[in-house]
């Protein structure tokens, strides 16, 4: 499985940008989609993430209200759409997938990067003040 992220870049404060996340493979449709983000000297961290059927999703609270995220299983894509960025948005962000996402008990444990098994490459997001 490989996570091919995109649409990072250099935006201004209170600009937009939109993330794309495509995910290869036939089995997109039952993985648990993730975005955490990095940023220099801290650890990676959760963003916000989308059950299996795009029905559900979460988001820290530095982001509630700001970025959406959401999925076309079709596509085998997964996006965050951030609005109203902010200088301390800058960081590295990152897709991830677990592919266990049907099962159970993983929406409990979405924002664990630990129930996430494939990660993409990363995308650098800028904010400038």
């Known amino acids: 499985v490989q996570l091919q992220a995109s649409g990072g870049g250099l935006v201004q404060a209170e600009g937009s940008l939109r993330l794309s996340c495509t995910v290869s493979?036939?089995?997109?449709?039952?993985?648990?989609m993730g975005w955490f983000r990095q940023a220099p000297g801290k650890e990676r961290e959760f963003v916000a993430c989308v059950e299996y059927h795009g029905d559900d999703s979460d988001y820290d609270h530095s982001v509630k209200g700001r970025f959406t995220i959401s999925r076309d299983n079709a596509k085998n894509t997964v996006f965050l759409q951030m609005n109203s960025l902010k200088p301390e948005d800058t960081a590295v962000y990152y897709c991830?997938?677990?592919?266990?996402?049907?099962?159970?008990?993983?929406?409990?444990?979405?924002?664990?990067?630990?129930?996430?098994?494939?990660w993409g490459q990363g995308t650098q997001v800028t904010v400038s003040s």
């Open positions: 493979g036939r089995a997109f449709s039952n993985y648990n």
């Open positions: 991830a997938a677990d592919p266990k996402g049907t099962s159970a008990d993983r929406w409990r444990r979405r924002r664990l990067r630990s129930s996430y098994d494939y």
